[in-house]
């Protein structure tokens, strides 16, 4: 007899962690399985016929046990190892809550129901997550044609802005550029009927919790929340306490595959020291049996520079990091996907999500941080059931943290074995052949490289590329009309003299004698020589008050020497009264001028020598 699942408590502060099939029929085993395809397990037929047209018709376990659950509109916390299918789990049951026209053909729907506000929203952490999760439920949906759109940074806000304008069934986006739309009311989230936070844990290690509490207020109260991760912390947990009702906590594993990683994996981790690291990666790359391998780096700055030194060595590689531009981060996975690429270089940026068929080696030339970042690493192999090969290199200075991974994870690696490139024990555990070197010949430089993908003109406003330039000029940029106006030509001037250089002052300076000329012309006091060009006259402060005349001197000399600025002397009372006393005498001189009388003789006055020799005086008296 089959025990009946205990009710589920009303509060939304305890998820239920059960087996929701335990409802439907005998519990799982290992030798057979209840539900065996898409069909039976009740989705749409047109969605099924779409996933049948690129291969895909039984289900993983994870997408097995979610399915019957969230297609009634229950919420779900799903927890499964990473590769196992968790994106086609949360990403039917949302593709069968949105309404398309093709559900009003099919009479599943009516008009009023349709919409071309979102009805969906899928939040993820990276940029490169989200174009994952974007093509597969592009694939998934192509055949009712459900408009799906994914919105994140660096990339021009325009478009973005375009097609929603246009109608969007489905949005996958990040926390910053979904907040960032809903703030400026370009993006409306009041009818969306489903939610997904996929990798929470990933964004609340990002820091991006605030954000996502931000953009669940923008939500309707009533809506479906789904959580899906392959790590579940606490942080976690309490997330979905406080967004989620009465949440079902399911975790599938396969009966065969025990421990946190992947049964199908073959972990392979050696002590190396930092100095051979780049030798010892040249060598594992041409490994028999070799396909496509990702690099993992810690830093971005070492991810550059393994980059463009297995380039230099011969091998086809691109690098993806936080310092590159989102055309070139893209353009680097689109070589790797279509096979001009064969080495990856990237950083935890590329940890999560990416889902490239043929991977078969994953090397982590540093040691990761935690459990939860060297699980999501090694993930990048051995997917939907095919084998892997995963290679860590740890230096003498990570021994400490990878002794901590290491018993995190209850893996026997807690001493790796000393390792160098020539050691034997490498060449025989990754079936590298015998007198392999650290170049790789020219007959097997058989890929075409990064060049060869086309950068996409994004409408980004920054990045550069993987030797920190800046990017080419867009075709737009380049069919550009030129200006049809000389822009103003600024000139730098100190004092009233220019700059720029003795060439202009003298051109300058022989325009102002013309002008001089004419003006005498028009006067009819032209005399036959030319006239020089008179400077005009800059008036000088100085201890009296008096203005002292100032010689003239060649303009052309002087306007190519650099003038110096001098400080101005600050007036004390006593030059102020002299400067008062000077400006009524000239007056009075003016005056006496006008009424015919002889200029008075100037007052003299008595120096400091004069006045120190007088003193001396009366004191020898």
Known sequence: MVPRHPARPRSAKYPVRYDPLRRLAPRLTEEASILSTFR?????????????????????????MTLPVTLSGSDVIGQAKTGTGKTLGFG??????????????????????LSD???????????????QVTNDLLTAGKVRNVRVLSIYGGRAYEP??????????????????????AGQKKLNLSEIRGL???????????????????????????????????????AVISLARRYMSQPTHIRATAPDDEGQTVA??????FRAHSMDKPEMVARILQADGRGLAMIFCRTKRTAADIAEQLSRRGFASGAVHGDL??????????????????????????ARGIDVEGVTHVINYQSPEDEKTYLHRIGRTGRAGNSGIAITLVDWDDIPRWKLINKALDLPFDEPEETYSTSEHLYELLSIPTGTKGILPRAERTRAGLAAEEVEDLGETGGRDARGRKPAATPAERERPARSRRPRQRRRTRGGQDLDG???????????????????????????EPSVARQPRRRRRTRSGTAEAKPVTDVASEASAPAKRSRPARKTAATRTAATAAGEAGAREAAGAEAGEAPAKPRRRRTRSRAAAGSEATQES
């Open 40 to 64: 039976e397990l009740g989705i749409l037929p047109e969605t099924a016929e779409a996933l049948e047209a690129v291969g895909i018709t039984s289900p993983f376990p994870i997408q097995e």
């Open 92 to 113: 039917l049951p949302l593709l069968e809550r949105v309404t398309v026209p093709a559900d009003v053909e099919a009479g599943r729907a009516t008009p009023d129901q």
């Open 117 to 131: 506000a979102p009805q969906a929203l899928v939040v993820v952490p990276t940029r490169e997550l989200c174009q």
């Open 160 to 181: 973005q802005v375009e097609a929603l304008r246009k109608g969007v069934d489905v949005i996958v986006g990040t926390p910053g550029r979904l907040l960032d739309l």
């Open 196 to 234: 997904v936070l996929d990798e929470a844990d990933e964004m609340l290690d990002l820091g991006f919790l605030p954000d996502v509490e931000k953009i669940i207020q923008f939500l309707p109260a009533r809506r479906q929340t789904m959580l899906f991760s392959a790590t579940m912390p606490g």
């Open 264 to 269: 199908n994996i073959t972990q392979n981790v």
């Open 325 to 350: 531009g989102q055309g070139a981060r893209e353009q680097a996975l689109r070589a790797f996907r279509n096979g001009k690429v064969d080495v990856l270089v990237c950083t935890d940026v590329a």
């Open 502 to 528: 003795a060439a202009d002052a003298t051109t300058t300076t022989e325009a102002v004698a013309k002008a001089g000329d004419a003006l005498a012309v028009a006067d009819g006091t032209a005399s036959a």
